[in-house]
């Protein structure tokens, strides 16, 4: 019997080692296998330019019951006294069928991963503000891991949604309330697109307190120009751009690096050979360094990602000159969901979580101290 065991243990000992050889060698190829969807792509009907006003129609907002924006984790003591912005905040890719281009807004499953994510990663924003956190027909996690004509029309459809949410959002809020833009992932993919086709040379530009386009590449060359809004370089400045994509030591940036190197900027630039804005969340400036005890508190998620404690000083950070925010070796109670080449991705908020808020405090006090002006 111990000996069947043993042979049990070595053969799911051996499935693991193949298994991530097999990944190392043949690990892109098997996730389009996996994830692009063999579907024809279908044109989603417009929604109704109203259909936003309907609460329904929000993971999150002021007004509606069981708003996953305003959770707060175990340990964290909450102000007395929230600030006065809106937050619009573009949640990131929940879908994950290779069944379609596009999600349902209906589907269950996406819908509760977007909840979750909203609740780790807008929960950030609760203090400084109103929280507002569209549903959207979400392009499928595959859409990004091909480069079909049907990946861009996925995004484009997605988008869509996105541009009449923000309308909607516009016309519900005082009209000289500040705005707080917030994304992950594909979340920022369409807030880059908002920046520039609806904000950048707008007179809505000026009530921008900071937009936070995290968890994606942004080219300082080929893309914050394009934005209306220049990249922050000081830790109270507002009215200005952030981003960062989070690794763990050692890194792998390979496979993010590749698919940047080979895009191109909305104005024809080549990204390759471009600086990455790497803001780091914990100094609040670009191409900086902060220790662990810098840091104002991360949440350590719960092994069903639903709920989650709150530690102070726990992960440090760090501007690579690639462009790639480091965060020192792996850290302790944040294993699961780690993308490979130690890719903390799906953490790029939580990490930073207290930070973030701190962050944004800052940037809406500068803002509205230059409004009394």
């Known amino acids: 019997m111990a000996r069947k065991f043993l042979y049990v243990v070595a053969f799911i000992i051996f499935l693991a080692v193949a298994s991530a050889f097999a990944y190392r060698l043949f690990g892109p190829q098997l996730m ?65 069928d290779r069944f379609a281009w596009n999600a349902p807004l209906d589907d269950a499953e996406a819908n509760d991963r977007a909840q979750l994510f909203i609740r ?83 007179p809505i530009a000026k009530r921008i307190a900071a937009a936070y386009v995290v968890g994606w590449p942004v080219s300082m060359t080929a893309d914050v120009p394009t934005l209306g809004l220049p990249a922050c370089t000081t830790a109270d400045q507002s009215g200005c751009v952030l981003s960062w994509e989070s690794f763990a030591e050692p890194a792998d940036m390979s496979q993010i690096q590749t698919a940047y190197d080979a895009s191109t900027g909305p104005t024809g630039i080549k990204r390759r050979g471009t600086k990455i804005l790497c803001t780091n969340p914990i100094t609040g400036i670009p191409d900086t360094a902060a220790p662990p005890s810098a840091n104002k508190g991360t949440i350590v998620p719960s092994l069903d990602m639903k709920t989650g404690t709150f530690k102070v000083g726990a992960v440090p950070a760090r501007c690579s000159s690639t462009g790639y925010l480091l965060i020192g070796p792996e850290p302790d109670g944040i294993g699961t969901y780690v993308l490979p080449g130690n890719n903390y991705h799906v953490f790029d908020y939580s990490l930073f979580w207290a930070d973030i808020r701190a962050d944004a405090a800052r940037r809406l006090a500068t803002f509205e101290k230059a409004a009394r002006k």
């Open 120 to 202: 780790g990663q807008a929960s950030a924003f609760n203090e400084v503000g109103e929280v507002w956190a569209p549903r959207y027909r979400q392009a499928t996690f595959g859409a990004f891991l091909s480069t079909q004509k049907e990946s861009q029309q996925a995004l484009n459809a997605a988008y869509a949604d996105v541009n009449m949410a923000w309308d909607a959002f516009v016309a519900s809020i005082p009209a000289d309330k500040p705005i707080i833009l917030a994304a992950h992932s594909q979340g920022s993919v369409h807030l880059l697109r908002l920046l520039r086709e609806r904000i950048a040379n707008q």
């Open 32 to 96: 389009r296998i996996a994830m692009v969807p063999s579907a024809d792509f279908i044109e989603q009907k417009p929604m109704p330019a109203s259909a936003w006003v309907d609460k329904k129609m929000w993971f999150a907002r002021p007004d509606i019951p069981g708003n996953p924006a305003l959770w707060t984790p175990d340990g964290y003591k909450a102000a007395a006294v929230r600030g006065d912005a809106a937050v619009f905040f573009i949640h990131p890719t929940s879908y994950l």
